[in-house]
């Protein structure tokens, strides 16, 4: 609807904004945003072609602790973006478990519907059991000692738990930037998808397609 193009562009008037106003900071200023761009590039994830990429300069923003916030932000929020864009592309493409899921609602049935839709579809039960997931291995997480702002490593894989202490270092190294490279890659998809579903006409290459 129009609400959402006016957000839309409001949105990237400001990311625009943003990006040109490092332009006239104070030298003083410049000179931290390019200390902590350097520090950025030991960072896991920052791999070519946007090595240290940081256009909003959030890197600056706070301590040290407040860059791992944000790195660990980044790490679950593309993980999350990851399930979902597969789970719209599996559904999408009418792929589904057998049998029922409650006693009035199939798979079968939630696989013919558009994506958004079978979620709507989902018994309310069936939602909030699945929400409570999400939200006990967030507690689980974040109750890891010591934790990720004081040192401790980010946050791993709780379901299911995935053993990486075999993997040598190098290989360990390649892997975890691919996972963050492949979640940035994925949000921008599913913020795709969801703007295709919602605002016709928004993503040209999706556009006409039947699941959105």
Do not use: C
Request: hydrophobic share 50%.
């Amino acid at each position: 609807d129009i609400n959402t193009i006016i957000i839309m562009k409001v949105a990237g008037l400001v990311l625009a904004l943003a990006g040109s106003a490092a332009a006239f900071a104070p030298a003083s200023q410049r000179v931290a945003s390019s200390t902590s761009l350097r520090a950025l590039e030991d960072m896991e994830g920052s791999t070519a072609p946007f090595k240290a990429w940081d256009p909003l300069e959030l890197a600056t923003l706070g301590s040290d602790e407040t860059l791992a916030w944000f790195r660990a932000a980044e790490l679950k929020n593309g993980r999350v973006a990851m399930l979902a864009t597969t789970g719209y592309i599996v559904q999408a493409a009418g792929l589904h478990f057998p049998g029922m899921l409650s006693h009035d609602v199939s798979f079968a049935s939630l696989s013919s519907m558009k994506p958004l839709d079978a979620w709507d579809a989902v018994p309310e039960l069936g939602k909030q059991q699945i929400i409570g997931a999400i939200f006990l291995a967030e507690i689980i997480s974040e109750s890891q000692k010591p934790h990720y702002t004081k040192g401790g490593p980010l946050p791993t894989m709780i379901f299911p738990p995935i053993d990486f202490s075999k993997v040598d270092a190098a290989t360990l190294k390649r892997k975890r930037d691919s996972e963050l490279n492949n979640g940035r890659l994925a949000m921008i998809a599913i913020m795709s998808f969801v703007a295709a579903a919602n605002v016709p006409g928004s993503v040209p290459l999706l556009a006409g397609s039947p699941m959105f």
